[in-house]
T-cell receptor, first 112, second 113 residues
Framework: SQQGEEDPQALSIQEGENATMNCSYK?????LQWYRQNSGRGLVHLIL?????REKHSGRLRVTLDTSKKSSSLLITASRAADTASYFC????????????FGKGTRLSVIA | NAGVTQTPKFRVLKTGQSMTLLCAQD?????MYWYRQDPGMGLRLIHY???????AKGEVPDGYNVSRLKKQNFLLGLESAAPSQTSVYFC????????????FGSGTRLTVV
């Protein structure tokens, strides 16, 4: 069963613009992670944010987490054509060492 | 440093045939996972392993078996392939459980006709 759900399903922007993707989840978590998948490739880990963190940065990526709303956002600033990919959020279930549950992803297209 | 290597990359099976997908990692990771990815469904967990000699069922385990005889290898078996098992299969590994990012392989595209 899906734990995280990304919104929007697809997003198309111009190069240089910012891209924002959202993730909502249902149950409490310890960590939330974001991954990128280029067409025909495996997923690549981007960033991990813990439940006691509210914001985290990595290069042009900014991730926020609001545990009261059970939601997270991924912001990519000054987007490039190379950012074109699908982006997935993944959550644990807050107990034990159960594996990550992935959402269905947001497909981002950056037009040069 | 190869990371996670999956073989084969592509395979076409006839209904009822069997096959084994191999996943190998060279990062000394304890945890390994098999997911399948279908259009519109995201990634769904098939089986996983928290260490050598251990396996556990995920969300969609029916029709699949796994083995983790060596720490670096995680095998996914299809005993009698069905068209519903047409999918892209991804193996991943992580150093430990929660709190660690996953490293994914490049996937195996399987078609069952």
């Amino acid at each position: 069963s899906q734990q995280g759900e990304e919104d929007p399903q697809a997003l198309s922007i111009q190069e240089g613009e910012n891209a924002t993707m959202n993730c909502s989840y249902k149950t409490s978590i310890n960590n939330l992670q974001w991954y990128r998948q280029n067409s025909g490739r495996g997923l690549v880990h981007l960033i991990l944010i813990r439940s006691n963190e509210r914001e985290k940065h990595s290069g042009r990526l900014r991730v926020t987490l609001d545990t009261s709303k059970k939601s997270s956002s991924l912001l990519i600033t000054a987007s490039r054509a190379a950012d074109t990919a699908s982006y997935f959020c993944a959550t644990d279930r807050g107990s034990g060492n159960t594996p990550l549950v992935f959402g269905k992803g947001t497909r981002l297209s950056v037009i040069a | 440093n190869a990371g996670v290597t999956q073989t084969p990359k592509f395979r076409v099976l006839k209904t009822g045939q069997s096959m084994t997908l191999l996943c190998a990692q060279d990062m000394n990771h304890e945890y390994m996972y098999w997911y399948r990815q279908d259009p519109g469904m995201g990634l769904r967990l098939i089986h996983y392993s928290v260490g050598e000699g251990t396996t556990a069922k995920g969300e969609v385990p029916d029709g699949y078996n796994v083995s983790r005889l060596k720490k670096q290898n995680f095998l996914l078996g299809l005993e009698s392939a069905a068209p519903s098992q047409t999918s892209v299969y991804f193996c991943a590994s992580s150093y430990r459980g929660q709190g660690y990012g996953y490293t994914f392989g490049s996937g195996t595209r399987l078609t069952v006709v």
